[in-house]
């Protein structure tokens, strides 16, 4: 496990990252349009491409308010579990860009295999402050972009989610300089139990 003030810093880094997400502002030109509508068509048909080995069905997916939820896994203890505001949960979470598929390089994460193989394949690029272990998330406090807001409420502990959206719901008129400008998005996100974190007392 990590150390409380090791996990604190990498989670003030990630989430405030992650913050500089937001949604689009009000008004976009007919070209954006044309892009947007060209991005939600290719997510639909992935998702609709991608099946379920335990029904032989396309994963269960739902539209929310400009995004799409893509259930990998789904817990089926859902009674009074729903993550709603207050909530405390961990993730585990990886970001890739979308073009009629997902892309292969992961651009935030905390997997471990795919962030050994970013430190490998790029010896220069600086992954200190990126975090290595499940992070802790409470809704309503942590800073987090508004896919992931609402994204992760209505999940429960146990469910594996994707979360895909067109560049104008991932970046709005921000330019993030590590993605490619009015790129389609999508986060792989394992939700867990919050992380118990080492105390110093001797």
């Known amino acids: 496990m990590a150390l409380p003030g090791r996990t604190s810093f990498f989670a003030l880094s990630f989430f405030a990252i992650l913050a500089l997400l937001p949604l689009m502002a009000a008004g976009c030109t007919s070209q954006e349009d044309m892009d947007r509508d060209t991005q939600i068509t290719a997510i639909k048909e992935h998702l609709l491409r991608k099946i379920d080995p335990a029904t032989q069905q ?11 939820r893509q259930f990998l896994v789904k ?11 207050g909530s405390e949960f961990s993730i585990i979470f990886s970001l890739k860009t979308f073009n009629s598929s997902i892309q292969n390089t992961a651009y935030w994460t905390n997997v471990p295999g795919e962030l050994d193989s970013l430190k490998r394949t790029n010896p220069g690029f600086r992954t200190e402050l990126w975090p290595e272990s499940p992070m802790n998330v ?3 406090s942590t800073a987090l972009s508004e896919i992931l807001k609402k994204g992760l409420r209505g999940c429960v502990v146990g469910d594996s989610i994707r979360l895909f959206a067109p560049f104008n719901e991932a970046f709005g ?27 110093n007392a001797k």
């Open 58 to 68: 396309p994963y269960e997916y739902e539209e929310i308010g400009g995004i799409f």
């Open 75 to 85: 817990s089926p203890d859902r009674e009074g579990r729903q993550i709603t505001g």
């Open 138 to 140: 409470k809704m309503g």
């Open 173 to 199: 008129n921000e330019v993030m300089e590590a993605l490619p400008r009015k790129s389609a998005i999508v986060y792989t996100i394992g939700i867990g139990e919050a992380v118990m974190q080492r105390s």
